[in-house]
């Protein structure tokens, strides 16, 4: 289960970077034939940069693939160990 502060965050922060881009998107197309001032220029790249970044934020992770992965390591052993030890005593080798 995904922590209920992550998700809050992650919502708060595409709300944020949401209203942002709606300001600065807003100003681009307002009418007018005046050049757009840098901050505008050099503002859209980052709020790009920042949505793709939180688009590819996972909500947890690790992914079932990994959670398997290190299961099988990690219980691995201790299963051959285990029955190693029950065959031993089931034969008394």
């Known amino acids: 289960m995904i922590h209920p502060s992550y998700g809050l965050k992650v919502s708060t922060l595409i709300s944020v970077v949401g209203l942002r881009h709606s300001r600065v998107m807003s100003e681009v197309e307002a009418p007018g034939d005046g050049?757009?001032?840098?901050?505008?220029?050099?503002?859209?790249?980052?709020?790009?940069?920042?949505?793709?970044?939180?688009?590819?934020?996972?909500?947890w992770p690790l992914d079932i693939g990994t959670v398997l992965?290190?299961?099988?390591?990690?219980?691995?052993?201790?299963?051959?160990?285990?029955?190693a030890a029950y065959l031993i005593r089931l034969f008394e080798v």
């Open 35 to 59: 050049p757009l001032s840098e901050g505008i220029v050099s503002e859209l790249p980052v709020i790009d940069a920042i949505k793709r970044e939180i688009h590819q934020t996972h909500d």
């Open 69 to 83: 992965r290190l299961t099988g390591i990690l219980g691995a052993p201790l299963v051959a160990t285990v029955l």
